[in-house]
């Protein structure tokens, strides 16, 4: 009994370890066609974290294993050694790296954490948004079909979209957005393509896969960013979308 509940317990911290944020991210920078749609991502150690900051100004940090936003931290670099770090809705200003570092192995207590290149998301009225693209296939044999798509409007003062963010058309989000005169059915065409081509390559890696909600980020510029892969996405929100005006049937 209990070499059985080790075994298990073995087996289950395998398959977190296969599904983190990092495996996933590793896995789909093999596949050089994703390259331009990857923000830049590593582990995060203290010296890497420096490096960072310097050449991109503002990074996500994620717990490895995480979701619904918790554990999310964004440092920016405000000016000559001075920082500010925000988890949630709250910011604090610190004065050297050294107050910095301190604060960030405070929050993140030992847990494996992925630093990533901060993407400056679309807004709509002011409010950033991503989307959630889901990509299913019948069985391992089977092509991905993209389901359904939404975008996620995050709440005021908050940088991650998960928080009560508002749930509404990716159509209607693109066309209100601050993102540059783009056509709107292009971008989405492009932005399927990118979630089937991601989709295809980790259904290779992960052949019990045939599910898999992308969390995809959109610049100012139309650039279209894969933010994250989740293994288990929720439906719930396309239940917040008008039944008449769903894109696509998020069940077929
Ligand atoms: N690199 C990034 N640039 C901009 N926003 C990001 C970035 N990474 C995460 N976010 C924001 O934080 C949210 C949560 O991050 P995500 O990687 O999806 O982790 P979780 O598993 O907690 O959902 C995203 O939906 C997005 O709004
Ligand atoms: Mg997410």
Redesign the pocket.
């Known amino acids: 009994m209990r070499f059985d509940l080790f075994e298990m317990n073995k087996i289950k911290s395998n398959v977190r370890k296969r599904s983190s944020?990092w495996s996933k991210y590793k896995i789909l920078k093999g596949m050089k066609k994703l390259a331009p749609f990857l923000?830049a991502t590593k582990r995060l150690t203290s010296r890497g974290l420096w490096h960072f900051i310097e050449k991109y100004g503002t990074l996500?940090l994620?717990p490895c294993i995480?979701?619904?936003?918790?554990g999310?931290i964004q440092v920016s670099l405000l000016e000559e050694d001075r920082y500010v770090i925000q988890a949630e809705n709250r910011k604090i200003i610190l004065d050297g790296k050294q107050a910095v570092y301190d604060q960030i192995e405070e929050m993140t207590r030992n847990r494996s954490y992925i630093m990533?290149?901060?993407?400056p998301?679309a807004q709509l009225e002011k409010r950033?948004f991503?989307l959630r693209v889901v990509v299913k296939r019948n069985n391992r044999c089977a092509p991905y079909r993209v389901t359904g798509m939404f975008a996620?409007v995050?709440e005021e003062g908050y940088?991650?979209?998960?928080v009560s963010s508002q749930i509404i058309l990716v159509k209607t989000a693109i066309e209100y957005s601050n993102i540059e005169p783009v056509s709107t059915p292009y971008l989405i065409k492009k932005v399927r393509r990118v979630c089937l081509l991601a989709a295809k390559h980790l259904g290779f890696h992960y052949p019990l896969q045939n599910i898999i909600g992308f969390?995809i980020?959109l610049d100012g510029n139309a650039h279209v960013w894969i933010?994250?892969a989740n293994f288990e996405p929720s439906m719930k929100p396309f239940g917040l979308l008008k039944e008449r005006a769903k894109l696509y049937d998020p069940f077929s």
């Open positions: 944020k923000p996500m994620k995480g979701h619904s936003g918790y999310i990533q290149q901060c993407i998301l950033p991503d996620k995050a940088m991650v979209t998960n969390d980020g933010i994250e």
